[in-house]
C-alpha cells in the first residue's frame, strides 16, 4: 500500500508512492546526488528536468539499485528499498526504461517483450498485455519477427517502452525517451504516454525537452548539479518560464 507521507509542498497525510528523503549518491569523491527529497503519488506522472549532469539519469539507477546511495533513504510503497538489489526491486513494482534504450539487438521483437514479463507469476495475463501493447504501438505489430537492433531509432524507443511496461509496474521510470528520435515519433511516443497516464500509469520522466515533459506531467523538480533548484505543479512552472531557466541554468536569486 501507498506510504503516507508528506507531498511535495510538505503536507502530510496524503499516499505517497515512492518518497526520497534526503538522498546522497556519490561516484568516488564527487557528490551527483546532494540530498534531494522527492515524492511521487499513486497515478500522477513527475518530471525530472535538468541539463545534463544534474542528476536526473543518477536517481533513477539509484531508485532502480544499480547504485547505492551514500546516505537517505529510498521508500516504495512504504517500503525501504534503497539496500534491495535491482531483480528485487523490480519486482516490488518499479521498471526502468533506460536512456540509450539498451535493448537486446539481436533478438526479436516478440523475443524482448518476453524479457520484459520475466519476473511476472501471472503467466496467463502476459498475452492479454503483449496484444493491448501492441495495440498502442502498431508499428511493433507490423515488426514482432524483426530483431530489435535493426529497428530505427523510434521504433527502438517504443520497443523499450512496451518492454518496461510488459512488467506491469506500479512505477515506470523513463530515461530520456526523445533522444536522438525524429519530431514525429517523439511526438507519437508523448502521445502513448499520454494514454498510459489517462490508463493510471504512475511515471517519473527524465526529459530534457521540457515542453513536452511540463505537457505531460502532473509536478515536476528541476535540478542543477545534483540539487533541487525548483520544483512545483507542472502548469504552474509552465507559465514561469523566468524562474525555471533560472533554475535550470542556476542562477541564483
Same mark, same amino acid.
Request: charged content about 20%; cysteine-free; proline content about 6%.
Given at each position: ?111 524482448? *517483450?518476453? /524479457?520484459?514479463? #520475466?519476473? $511476472? +507469476? ?5 498475452? !492479454?498485455? %503483449? ?80 515542453? *513536452?515533459? /511540463?505537457?505531460? #506531467?502532473? $509536478? +515536476? ?5 545534483? !540539487?533541487? %533548484? ?24
Amino acid at each position: 500500500m501507498p506510504d503516507a507521507s508528506p507531498n511535495a509542498s510538505g503536507s502530510p497525510g496524503l499516499p505517497v508512492l515512492l518518497a526520497i528523503r534526503d538522498l546522497w549518491v556519490s561516484y568516488g569523491p564527487v557528490a551527483a546526488i546532494r540530498g534531494i527529497s522527492l515524492v511521487v503519488a499513486p497515478g500522477e506522472v513527475v518530471a525530472l528536468l535538468g541539463a545534463n549532469g544534474a542528476g536526473k539519469s543518477t536517481m533513477l539507477r539509484t531508485i532502480s539499485g544499480l547504485i547505492q546511495p551514500r546516505a537517505g533513504e529510498i521508500r516504495f510503497g512504504g517500503q525501504r528499498i534503497d539496500r534491495l538489489a535491482p531483480p528485487r526491486i523490480v519486482r516490488l513494482g518499479i521498471a526502468h526504461s533506460p536512456e540509450g534504450r539498451r535493448l537486446f539487438g539481436m533478438l526479436t521483437v516478440a523475443e524482448n *517483450l518476453k /524479457l520484459g514479463a #520475466a519476473a $511476472r +507469476a501471472d503467466g496467463s495475463s502476459v498475452a !492479454e498485455d %503483449r496484444e493491448r501493447l501492441l495495440d498502442l504501438f502498431p508499428i511493433l505489430r507490423e515488426r514482432i519477427g524483426q530483431q530489435a537492433g535493426t529497428l530505427s531509432g523510434g521504433e527502438q524507443q517504443m520497443l523499450a517502452l512496451a518492454r518496461a511496461m510488459m512488467a506491469r509496474p506500479k512505477l515506470l521510470m523513463l530515461d530520456e525517451p526523445s533522444l536522438g528520435i525524429a519530431p514525429i515519433l517523439v511526438q507519437s511516443i508523448f502521445r502513448t504516454l499520454a494514454e498510459l497516464k489517462r490508463l493510471g500509469t504512475t511515471m517519473l520522466l527524465v526529459e530534457q525537452n521540457m515542453s *513536452l515533459a /511540463l505537457e505531460l #506531467a502532473d $509536478r +515536476a523538480y528541476v535540478l542543477r548539479t545534483g !540539487e533541487v %533548484r525548483l520544483s512545483g505543479k507542472a502548469q504552474d512552472l509552465k507559465t514561469d518560464v523566468e524562474g525555471v531557466a533560472s533554475a535550470y541554468l542556476g542562477a541564483r536569486s
